[in-house]
């Protein structure tokens, strides 16, 4: 049969194109897709046997084989893994069938040395074949199929390949780069040798290299021999296995890389063997940088799943609650059955007091890395977000949770996010009873906001937030170590023994201005709930506070509208300041209609500081314009 030619999915020839222009800089790392696909061929057979012995026949003793040929300028490397059929080799060597190739498209950065470390991240690792290859050959014989029912796979890589049967004896799948002209270092063994090393060490199945190997000149001869034969470039060990006192540091940042495609190092890792009720060991790093998909709602994030040591499944998103879904790692069990699917996983007692220990074992992790300061910014910057998810997804460790939070706060001056709540706690005043927060549109907008103003007068910190998650994660954080938490927006806000005015006097200033809250009332009828005078205000004429405390933020009604929410039209109650030369300007004026001309004005001023935007900005500029006029 002739070989077919097939184009390659558009979004391949558009990687491909990429890769050979752009990815230079990092060549080798074709080496490491390469052998980390063979590793997981391998992986899958040695899966599927263990219900089936027979697909190994007479060819148990998994390896990959990594063999140059200098006359022919190639590189050839050899797996018995399960192997591909021809429509497997079309299917997965001509699409992209993870979605989000657009995404990895797009997030390259240009810079070479980046982009070329995430192509693994993106799953498109087989083509970087073509970093180095100027044509791609490709055997394969499934472990179920017969020997006439071979694949051979061929492209040069632009935008088409070949395929056809052909008969080939050994099951598994062997790849051939027919090296560029300035790629052929990658003819030297020695130079495979240290990519191999570099990259692949942590492979759990033996890396093969073919290399000369040379003994001492014979009695009489002045020339050494040479003999060339295959030798195990790494270890072979799984790494988690190993007791974690006989493991370098080196070795956890490498098998981190290996296990997760990244390129920078891990913040942190937590490696622990535990027997007794429940067997299993745990590898559990943190990253340091969020990988691209962490948001991406379709995407599954979890643990690689082994039972005796035996890989069973990637992304097992059952053994960690979703708010951390950003640790990478591993979990291996002897509790568990080899043939545990993931509905199976789903309902296992054994899953979920694994889940249980790997979040407590997690949390503490991050509370050890929160002793670092500045390891724990950078964690807090890339996950904190996530993180925040915790108190409402996970009722048992919310107090655990709500430790590893951070906070910008009114002691801080820029928009650093880094009190704990323990931190607020241990610096209250004696008097002080509840925490203290304000959430908002933005930093800006935050850290001047009028309801901050007595509370900056009176020294007392306020937590400031402004991302998406937060009015969310308030709307569920209720208290902490006993202390409730109050908006500074609260309509009703008691400030308790932190009040410096004495009552009476309060009073006396409330009573002093019924006659201008009575006028405003009339002024603005059912545009707002109630006018008060205001207690929180210093420099500000006034502000808009709701009955029950959270004002929906603009950012948030904006959502909700968008997610097709019916949003009720909020009612404010108007605070006023009758200290403010703004609020005694008003109460002079004797005109009615004048008026309320200004207690509009100050009701939308109030609206527009709190909002960050008007229903009407044009009715508020002409009213603007009147009153400098007048
Ligand atoms: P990923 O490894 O993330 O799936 P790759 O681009 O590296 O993405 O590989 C694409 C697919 O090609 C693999 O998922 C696998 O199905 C197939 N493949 C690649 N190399 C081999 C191999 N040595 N043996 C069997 N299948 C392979
Ligand atoms: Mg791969």
């Known amino acids: 049969m002739a070989a077919e030619v097939?184009?390659?999915?558009?979004?391949?020839?558009?990687?491909?194109?990429?890769?050979?222009?752009?990815l230079y800089s990092n060549k080798e790392v074709f080496l490491r897709e390469i052998i980390s696909n063979a590793s997981d061929a391998i992986d899958k057979l040695r899966f599927l046997s263990i219900t089936d012995p027979s697909l190994l026949g007479d060819d148990a003793a998994f390896c990959i084989r990594v063999k140059v040929d200098k006359d022919a300028k190639t590189l050839t490397v050899t797996d018995n893994g399960i192997g591909m059929t021809l429509e497997e080799a079309n299917l997965h060597l001509g699409t992209i069938a993870k979605s989000g190739t657009a995404d990895f498209l797009s997030n390259l950065s240009g810079d070479q040395a980046k982009d070329s470390q995430l192509i693994g991240q993106f799953g498109v690792g087989f083509y970087s074949a073509f970093i180095v290859a100027d044509k791609v050959t490709v055997e394969s014989r499934s472990a179920k199929a017969a020997a006439n029912e071979a694949v051979r796979w061929e492209s040069t890589g632009?935008?088409?390949?070949?395929?056809?049967?052909?008969?080939?004896?050994?099951?598994?799948?062997?790849?051939?780069?027919?090296?560029?002209?300035?790629?052929?270092?990658?003819?030297?063994?020695?130079?495979?040798?240290?990519?191999?090393?570099?990259y692949s060490d942590h492979i759990s199945v033996p890396?093969?290299?073919?290399e000369e190997k040379y003994e001492a000149?014979?009695?009489?001869?002045?020339?050494?021999?040479s003999t060339w034969d295959w030798v195990q470039v790494n270890d072979a060990k799984a790494l988690w296995t190993v007791n974690p006192r006989e493991v370098t540091e080196e070795q956890y940042k490498e098998f981190y890389k290996h296990?997760?495609?990244?390129?920078?190092?891990p913040l942190t890792w937590a490696h622990n063997r535990v027997e007794g009720e429940l067997e299993y060991t745990s590898l559990l790093y943190v990253p340091t940088r969020a990988p691209w998909d962490l948001y991406t709602r379709d995407k599954v994030h979890g643990l690689k799943l082994f039972v005796q040591r035996v890989f069973i499944m990637d992304e097992a998103e059952q053994f960690l609650p979703n708010y951390l879904r950003f640790i990478r790692g591993l979990v291996d069990t002897n509790d568990l059955p080899l043939n545990v699917s993931r509905e199976l996983l789903q309902e296992s007692a054994v899953t979920q007091k694994l889940k249980r220990a790997l979040t407590k074992r997690v949390l503490g992790m991050l509370g050890k890395l929160s002793e670092d300061k500045e390891k724990y910014a950078i964690f807090w910057?890339?996950?904190?977000?996530?993180?925040?998810?915790g108190p409402v997804e996970d009722f048992t460790n919310r107090e655990e949770v709500a430790k590893l939070l951070r906070f910008a706060s009114t002691r801080n001056t820029g928009d650093a996010q880094d009190v704990s709540l323990a931190d607020y706690i241990a610096k209250m005043p004696e008097k002080q009873k509840c925490i203290y927060y304000l959430v908002s549109g933005s930093y800006a907008s935050a850290a001047t906001s009028p309801y901050l103003e007595s509370f900056k007068k009176k020294g007392i910190e306020v937590l400031l937030m402004w991302e998406r998650i937060d009015e969310w994660l308030m709307g569920n954080l209720t208290e902490f170590e006993g202390k409730k938490f109050v908006p500074v927006t609260a309509a009703d806000l008691d400030l308790g023994e932190l009040e410096d005015k004495p009552a009476e006097k309060k009073q006396e200033e409330v009573k002093a201005a019924q006659p201008l809250v009575d006028r405003f009332k009339k002024a603005l009828g059912e545009k707002v709930t109630d006018v008060r005078v205001s207690d929180r205000l210093v420099e500000s004429p006034s502000c808009v506070t709701a009955e029950h405390g959270q004002i929906l933020t603009a950012q948030m009604r904006r959502m909700l509208e968008a997610a097709?929410?019916?949003?009720?039209?909020e009612k404010f109650i108007l605070e006023i300041n009758p200290q403010h030369a703004l609020v005694q300007k008003a109460a002079q004026t004797s005109d009615d209609a004048a008026f309320?001309?200004?207690?509009?004005?100050?009701?939308?001023?109030?609206?527009?500081?709190?909002?960050?935007?008007?229903?009407?900005?044009?009715?508020?500029?002409?009213?603007?314009?009147?009153?400098?006029?007048?």
Request: glycine content about 6%.
């Open 259 to 265: 296990l997760s495609h990244d390129f920078e190092d």
């Open 207 to 210: 890396v093969m290299l073919w």
């Open 381 to 389: 910057k890339n996950f904190g977000n996530v993180l925040k998810e």
């Open 596 to 630: 309320a001309k200004w207690a509009e004005f100050i009701y939308e001023e109030a609206l527009l500081s709190e909002q960050g935007s008007l229903k009407d900005p044009n009715a508020f500029v002409r009213r603007l314009n009147e009153l400098l006029l007048a």
């Open 6 to 22: 097939h184009g390659f999915q558009t979004e391949v020839s558009k990687l491909l194109t990429l890769l050979a222009k752009s």
């Open 217 to 225: 000149p014979k009695e009489g001869e002045d020339k050494p021999t």
């Open 158 to 198: 632009e935008g088409t390949y070949t395929s056809e049967a052909i008969t080939r004896e050994a099951r598994g799948t062997s790849i051939t780069l027919h090296l560029k002209p300035d790629c052929e270092e990658f003819l030297e063994t020695w130079t495979v040798r240290t990519a191999i090393t570099k």
């Open 564 to 569: 097709g929410q019916e949003v009720p039209e």
